[in-house]
Nanobody, 124 residues
Framework: EVQLQASGGGLVQAGGSLRLSCAVS????????IGWFRQAPGKGREGVAC????????YTADSVLGRFTISGDNAQKTVYLQMNSMKPEDTAVYSC?????????????????WGKGTLVTVSS
């Protein structure tokens, strides 16, 4: 079983930066992809960015392309989401998750494990 814990959320002004961290622990025979997802108030959950167990970025949402970057260290035991040039519409609860390698981050398919989210608020 895989456990994930997100941290680093908070309040930031528009145009500012924030870095989220996802600590991944536990054992599994499957090399899970780790992804960041967000859910804004009154909206559905959406995929933000995902990174494979080998360190390849497998997905970045169009809405954050060029502003957000996913990365990992120690074989993706910690996965980061660097968020720059933030906008009020980035306000959401951000969660990290473990996705089966056969899954799909964009369509939220194959997500086996969820971590507790962290709130990010961007003020205008």
């Amino acid at each position: 079983e895989v456990q994930l814990q997100a941290s680093g959320g908070g309040l930031v002004q528009a145009g500012g930066s924030l870095r989220l961290s996802c600590a991944v622990s536990g054992y599994t025979a499957v090399d899970y992809t780790i992804g960041w997802f967000r859910q804004a108030p009154g909206k559905g959950r959406e995929g933000v960015a995902c990174i494979s167990a080998s360190g390849s970025i497998t997905y970045t949402a169009d809405s954050v392309l060029g502003r957000f970057t996913i990365s990992g260290d120690n074989a993706q035991k910690t996965v980061y989401l660097q968020m720059n040039s933030m906008k009020p519409e980035d306000t959401a609860v951000y969660s990290c998750a473990g996705i089966d390698p056969r899954g799909n981050c964009q369509y939220l398919y194959g997500i086996d494990y969820w971590g507790k989210g962290t709130l990010v608020t961007v003020s205008s």
